[in-house]
């Protein structure tokens, strides 16, 4: 609630209006205040409507954490309910008496409320060991239990409260400490309040004037992470994208436009055959991409590695002469910083040195690894990685922000505009009163941009870069005690040799009906089936 003669109003009321000075508007909105705020709702009340508008008692809130206290219910079957000393009765309540309908301030603020209690109850219980991670059941069990399908008539709240109730009994808890699988995980409070705040302001990045503070943060959050990529003054340019998977894209697609601009209007049989390169254990977006763009996957030519998942520099340069022996341009290569299954980190400095000699794009991948940039201890890993035309870097995985949240970092300022821009002038006006290179929705592939940054950039002002620093070094040391517990362990056999680079910790699980049996195609084909991941063509256990 606001100070007195701050100007502000529940729920849009002007000053002087009626509403605002309706002594039951004021105290519905002390009800309100004191829903939420406990007893400090009395005493903000008393100081602005005085003692003889204080909201009538309703008792503290004090259940146990993850408990939901029980609560008495009003009978009215009046719509919208206008009982004050209970809680509004759902079952005769609809959609339409939320806000914005006329006096659903009450219905929506305690309808809200039994929404967050239930989402607090589902935070709480996912930070607790003695849950389950999941309350697994099939897909055709989950349908034939519950009814999903869409309707004509609208259900009640107290049907859409029992849907809210139901998707979270049967979600995964990501944010559970036994929980172990995709690259993202965890449940950061302050990351969590953040994506709740977005949502609530519910606007686009496109513009400066309907995003004026989410744009100002991503410029600011964007230049920091480039300057920690090592680029003079964090110069350069850049974007939030759905997903890794799209920042490689966006580092295709504006590796092409630098060589062939003309490719924006002719498009591609208006260009040589292109190739690019990538190592045999990378991420298979840089494919995905090649397709979506139209250059085709048998256009991008996978690098052999070494033992450790990395890029034989010597391969590669083998592979780009032999492509342009036979008439193909060579246009980008992509190394990978922090590969998904073994953690590799590729040698940057030699891939740098001969993307420098044929004069080639070089993009990073690191959307697993780039989070090791806020390591003093462990960013030697990204040596070179300042020498990078574009870098993917993904907060949502390693540094634990929540989906989705993948940076693309470009060197080259203006090249992202300029490959992208199509001018809508209905959308990019040029008159308007403030710097238009704070409009970012031209340079972007999207038009509809969801506020990813704020995410970051608010755990980033919680935590500090140190935080960061803290919270990445303690996953690899937990990597490297995790390696050091199993590799003498009877029952289970390492991927290869020496310490994890990464979080990754690949190993085997041996069964005792396989620990004499030498080794050969047999003996892998049935490891394979003890494998988690039998479908992989990578061996091992993976544990991140």
Not at 253 to 262: D, S
Not at 316 to 329: P, Y
């Amino acid at each position: 609630m606001a100070s007195p003669g701050s100007g502000f109003w529940p729920f849009g009321a002007e000053e002087g209006s009626a509403a605002a000075e309706t002594p039951g508007t004021a105290r519905a909105w002390c009800q309100v205040a004191q829903k939420f705020t406990g007893g400090i709702g009395n005493k903000l009340c008393a100081l602005l409507y005085g003692d003889a508008e204080k909201p009538v008692e309703t008792g503290a809130r004090a259940a146990a954490p993850g408990v939901a206290e029980p609560k008495p219910t009003c009978t009215c079957d009046k719509k919208p309910c206008g009982c004050q000393k209970a809680d509004v009765n759902y079952a005769f309540l609809h959609s339409t008496d939320l806000l914005p309908t006329c006096n659903g301030e009450i219905t929506t603020m305690s309808f809200l409320q039994d929404v967050v209690d239930i989402l607090l109850q589902y935070v709480v219980k996912s930070f607790d060991r003695s849950t389950k991670v999941i309350d697994f059941h099939y897909p055709n069990e989950l349908l034939q239990e519950y009814n999903w399908e869409l309707a004509d008539q609208p259900q009640t709240l107290e049907e859409i409260l029992l849907n809210c109730r139901t998707t979270l009994k049967y979600a995964i808890k990501t944010g559970h400490p036994r929980y172990f699988n995709q690259l993202s995980t965890g449940l950061d409070m302050v990351g969590l309040a953040a994506d709740w705040l977005t949502s609530a302001a519910n606007t686009n990045m496109f513009t400066y004037e309907i995003a004026p503070v989410f744009v100002l943060l991503e410029y600011v959050t964007l230049r920091k992470m480039r300057e920690m990529v090592g680029w003079p003054g964090g110069c350069g340019d850049g974007i939030f994208s759905p997903g890794g998977a799209i920042s490689n894209m966006y580092a295709m697609l504006i590796a092409r436009f630098k060589m062939f601009p003309e490719v924006k209007e002719k498009g591609m049989a208006a260009i040589p055959r292109l190739v690019a390169f990538t190592s045999e254990h990378s991420h298979f977006s840089v494919k995905k991409g090649a397709a979506a763009l139209g250059i085709g996957t048998d256009s991008v030519i996978l690098i052999r590695c070494d033992e450790r998942g990395k890029m034989i520099p010597s391969d590669l340069e083998r592979r780009i002469v032999e492509a342009k022996q036979k008439g193909f341009v060579p246009f980008l290569v992509s190394a990978t910083a922090g590969t998904t299954v073994y953690g590799a980190f590729d040698p940057l400095i030699a891939i740098a040195d001969i993307c420098k000699k044929y004069k080639i794009w070089m993009h990073v991948d690191g959307a697993w690894g780039g989070g090791l940039l806020m390591s003093r201890k462990h960013k030697w890993k990204l040596n070179g990685i300042e020498r990078a035309n574009s870098v993917t870097w993904n907060p949502h995985k390693m540094m634990g922000v929540p989906l989705q949240c993948s940076a693309l970092l470009v060197r080259e300022e203006g090249l992202m505009q300029s490959c992208n821009q199509m001018h809508a002038s209905y959308l990019f006006q040029q008159d308007k009163h403030y710097d238009l290179s704070y409009d970012t929705g031209d340079k972007a592939l999207q038009c509809g941009r969801h506020v990813d940054v704020f995410k970051l950039w608010l755990m980033w002002r919680a935590k500090g870069t140190t935080g960061f620093e803290a919270q990445i070094d303690k996953c690899l040391e937990l990597a490297e005690y995790l390696y050091n517990k199993i590799k003498n362990r009877e029952g289970y056999e390492m991927v290869f040799d020496g310490k994890p680079q990464h979080t990754n910790v690949c190993f085997w699980y041996i069964p005792p009906s396989l620990r004499g049996m030498e080794n050969s195609e047999e003996r892998t084909s049935r490891l394979m089936k003890v494998s988690s991941n039998p479908q992989s063509n990578l061996p091992g256990h993976r544990a991140r």
